[in-house]
């Protein structure tokens, strides 16, 4: 597990890219045959990737954690932007197709990914939280999520918004999770911009196609900067920072929250002509 230490909106000021990118940005996560785990400091938030091939992989606990097995002080969110495959909690199984979410609830104890076929492996991205309480893990089909059709073909915006994780739909203590998916000839996600005072935000792009890329803005609304994201690039949004991206092509990309509350609309909206 690789442990990032974010910083202040005011040391950002004065970082370069590189130094941004090591920050805030991970481009190392998804990669065949392991499991990759980010922990920031940030909400003690953790993301990562599990991709299992030929061998079902199991979900490790590290010293990181300091815990006897990874649930047991956290919930877990998984999404399946892969092919088919099951995910088995302390000995139950559940199949998750591509765009599905899986909630696994605080004290399971043994986590298992596995593919249905190694040609086409199932790529279950990780988000997980500190947990206060326990709520049953939940499989949420794409047809049982809640899908909120926005933007317009004049902004450049259409999109819709597929949340799984969230109050009415799934339990959970603090995880809010779903993706955001752009309709063809539509470029902009989440603008105008917010921040989320209450809460820190993770993205990870993917549907991205190798000679297209998202330019992702973060920072305060005043002074903004921009890093290029490509398939499966997950970035760390803080709660002074923006977190809105517009790319090359149609594309898509998972939120995931944490924090106060789980109020989706919870958020302190930037007018367009504020940014800088």
């Not at 898509?252 to 944490?258: E, I, L």
Request: proline residues 5%.
């Amino acid at each position: 597990m690789e442990v990032r230490y974010t910083t202040g909106k005011n040391e950002y000021k004065r970082m370069t890219t590189q130094e941004l990118r090591d920050a805030f940005m991970n481009t190392k996560l998804c990669e065949k045959g392991k499991v990759n785990l980010m922990y920031c400091e940030v909400e003690r938030g953790i993301a990562g990737f599990a991709v299992p091939t030929t061998k079902a992989l199991s979900m490790p606990a590290g010293k990181e954690i300091a815990s006897e097995y990874f649930c047991e002080r956290r919930e877990l969110g998984v999404l399946n932007v892969g092919g088919e495959g099951t995910v088995t909690c302390d000995g139950k199984k559940y199949v998750l197709k591509p765009r599905e979410v899986l909630y696994v609830g605080r004290g399971t104890k043994k986590i298992v990914f596995a593919s249905k076929s190694a040609k086409t492996p199932a790529m279950f991205y990780l988000v997980s939280y500190p947990a206060h309480k326990e709520f049953p893990t939940k499989l949420i089909r794409f047809e049982d999520a809640n899908h909120r059709h926005c933007g317009t073909k004049e902004d450049c915006n259409l999109r819709t918004i597929h949340q799984f994780i969230l109050p009415g739909r799934c339990d959970s203590c603090q995880l809010v999770m779903g993706y955001t998916e752009l309709e063809p000839g539509s470029n902009w996600n989440t603008m105008p911009a917010h921040t989320h005072e209450r809460r820190t935000e993770i993205y990870m792009y993917f549907g991205i196609e190798p000679d297209q890329c998202v330019f992702h803005f973060m920072g305060p609304g005043e002074e903004t900067r921009h890093l290029a994201m490509h398939d499966h690039d997950v970035v760390i949004s803080p709660m002074w920072s923006i977190h809105s991206g517009v790319g090359t092509k149609a594309y898509a990309f998972c939120w995931a929250m944490g924090g106060e509350n789980q109020v989706f609309d919870d958020m302190d909206g930037i007018p367009v002509d504020a940014l800088r």
